[in-house]
């Protein structure tokens, strides 16, 4: 920026955007807190020019943005807008793990193969231009499942409403029926013991930069197997083999983090409200609510805090097996106990950590790539420090020998965390948990 009075008024004139060969204009100018024709204070431009940028990398379109000031006198400013767009179509192939977590199957399932999902995707993450996603799923394996989902974040000409809609139906020869001593119990069969079947859609309002409202209604039927019903007659909260409901949910969501994937400053808040069964069918009624606070507060150049609160509560004296939550289960976890679950109707977590950029940089791969988006790799490594701490009230009936329900459990730990292309995060992390247990954990999301 020009040595200019911060309280000089600033006039913006044409906004030039060049590098988007698919993105249309309307989606990043929607993201602009300025426009053309308006007049700021000097500093309010250059504020906006820093956060505006942040607004456009979470939209997660782009590899790289910038936003250059062109003045054309100390009273007026253009604006050129350039970008390089992400590669959009991944037709992926599926291999991962059907158990929670990698800990889970390699220890508590003693690294069983047949345990392992495989089919293929097709991502489209940017079908029209809008940001709008396309997702296609066939996957087979332990879980066989096929899905669809569309989701367009404006529908209408203010572009302050979306669209979410989403169809999923799977089956499973091998299902978990309850816990013992917070490790799970399944049971399995040469034939199909469970099958669900889910749709949904959302409507999302965006007022404003930061914030977000969600409505959803949804749709879900499950049946199971003589075989699963008897180990468990609470596995629907009905004393039957089939269980189907509708649903409702209500959820706002605050976010002004730096970048979504690995935020190391700003805030987020998220809280919501979830009604199953309402009054159509008999088979259930459950409300649940769950509130969400995180802070990341930069201290330095180089060093963050991060801090992350949330309480769940669940209001039903039964509690269906089939949607039961608990530590273990995305998105609660406490880090140290990755190869338990701890089941109940309420859970309330802290975690924290302190991380320090130990390198980052951008590794030129192929310069004649015909695929420019992957003619580099960004890189980022990050050693921290880190304490995690929760507690779950009463255990689930279905469950046995819950020496973990009703008391404090918590980790600290050291790790390194890696972040990469396409907002791919891993954490290498060693901890010890309160009952004095160690560990060494491989996660492919951020802990905050």
């Known amino acids: 920026m020009p040595d200019i009075d911060p309280e000089t008024d600033v006039t913006i004139g044409k906004i030039y955007i060049i590098g988007n060969k698919k993105t249309r204009n309307s989606i990043i100018l929607r993201e602009l807190n300025f426009e053309e024709g308006q007049t700021l204070k000097m500093k309010d431009f250059a504020e906006s020019v820093e956060l505006d940028k942040q607004k456009l990398i979470n939209t997660r379109l782009f590899q790289t943005v910038e936003l250059v000031p062109l003045f054309l006198s100390p009273n007026n400013v253009e604006v050129l807008v350039r970008v390089q767009e992400r590669w959009y179509v991944f037709p992926a192939p599926i291999f991962k793990l059907s158990d929670r977590n990698f800990t889970e199957w390699w220890v508590n399932q003693n690294r069983d193969f047949s345990r392992v999902n ?29 899905a669809f989902q569309y989701s367009i974040p404006y529908i209408n000409k203010a572009q302050t409403t979306g669209l979410n809609i989403s169809t999923s139906f799977a089956t499973n020869k091998a299902v978990s029926y309850a816990s013992d001593g917070h490790r799970l119990q399944f049971v399995e069969s040469e034939n199909t013991i469970r099958r669900l079947f889910s749709t949904s859609g959302t409507l999302t309002f965006r007022p404003s930069f930061y914030n977000r409202h969600s409505f959803s209604l949804g749709y879900s039927r499950t049946s199971i197997a003589d075989t699963v019903y008897q180990l468990n007659n609470d596995y ?32 987020k808040f998220t809280g919501s409200v ?50 039961r939550a608990g530590f273990g289960y995305s998105p609660n976890f406490i880090r140290g106990y990755e190869r338990y679950v701890v089941e109940s109707d309420f859970l309330t977590s802290y975690r924290t950590s302190m991380r320090f950029q130990i390198l980052k940089g951008m590794k030129q791969l192929n310069r ?26 009463d255990p689930l009936e279905s469950n046995s020998n819950n020496f973990y329900n009703n008391k404090w459990i918590g980790s600290v730990g050291v790790g390194v965390d890696l972040v990469t292309l396409y907002d791919f995060v891993v954490r290498f992390e060693y901890s010890m948990n309160r009952e004095g247990d160690t560990g060494f954990f491989v996660n492919f999301r951020s802990a905050l």
């Open 274 to 323: 979830n009604q199953l069964g309402l009054g159509i069918f008999d088979d259930i009624n459950m409300l649940t609510t769950r509130v969400e606070f995180s802070t990341y507060t930069p201290i330095g150049q180089k060093l963050s805090w991060a801090n992350s609160i949330d309480v769940y509560k669940t209001f039903t004296d039964e509690i269906p097996y089939l949607v």
């Open 118 to 146: 495989y089919g293929a995707q097709l991502y489209h993450l940017n079908f029209s231009g809008r940001n709008d996603r396309l997702v296609l799923k066939a996957q087979f394996g332990f879980t066989k499942q096929y």
């Open 368 to 393: 004649r790539s015909m695929i420019e988006q992957f003619r580099a790799l960004p890189y980022a490594f990050y050693l921290k420090v880190f304490m995690d701490t929760g507690y779950a009230g």
């Open 236 to 267: 629907f909260q009905v004393d039957a083999n089939l269980q189907e409901y509708f649903a409702f949910s209500y959820t706002y969501n605050h976010d002004n983090r730096d970048y979504v994937a690995y935020p190391l400053k700003g805030n």
